[in-house]
């Protein structure tokens, strides 16, 4: 079975200071990997993903995630954060051939200080 | 481009009362999804479709869940009766199709309050 972790609950950084989000997974195969952001009272909207090819995969507002196959991990990262990037963060695993059923992480909330 | 639509956004009802929710994908898309989200347990899938049809409900709690998709542009979750520990914010999802790269597309969810 997948499973995801995401072992930071919550992360405090400055406006401006670069951000990296942990994620690992357990997964027998090569997966499909997500990262995708909670705004409160809001959806789950896709930031990036990972099928296959560049282990560098870009994302919008700026994110980008890297894939390392050896450590198991999908850690998320951004340069310089700004104030409206605070929000609740998740990292998902989907099983090809498997309806594409989605694991989530258990999240990590960013909030961000002036 | 319209996304996933659920209605209503927020449900305050007492226990026992019966509680439906409801979905609109997006247009195109073939397969729907339905999760749970709480603090506790985080977000949960509990029922999917493809081409309105349930491929898998071993997510849905208990008998008191159901849901349904008449036609593709539909679907409904429904507990009866409902309990306290029911509440929770509860999302509907879409993709393109089963089986392929394609990402979920998540609705802004349904915060039901069992009173």
Known sequence: AQSVTQPDIHITVSEGASLELRCNYSYGATPYLFWYVQSPGQGLQLLLKYFSGDTLVQGIKGFEAEFKRSQSSFNLRKPSVHWSDAAEYFCAVGAKNAGNMLTFGGGTRLMVKP | ?115
């Not at chain 2, 609109?24 to 309105?52: A, D, V």
């Not at chain 2, 089986?99 to 969810?109: T, Y």
């Open chain 2, 1 to 115: 481009d319209a996304g996933v639509i659920q209605s209503p956004r927020h449900e305050v009802t007492e226990m026992g009362q019966e509680v439906t929710l409801r979905c609109k994908p997006i247009s195109g898309h073939n397969s729907l999804f339905w999760y749970r989200q709480t603090m506790m347990r985080g977000l949960e899938l509990l029922i999917y479709f493809n081409n309105n049809v349930p491929i898998d409900d071993s997510g849905m709690p208990e008998d008191r869940f159901s849901a349904k998709m008449p036609n593709a542009s539909f679907s409904t979750l429904k507990i009866q009766p409902s309990e306290p520990r029911d509440s929770a914010v509860y999302f509907c999802a879409s993709s393109l199709e089963l089986d392929s790269n394609q990402p979920q597309h998540f609705g802004d969810g349904t915060r039901l309050s069992i009173l």
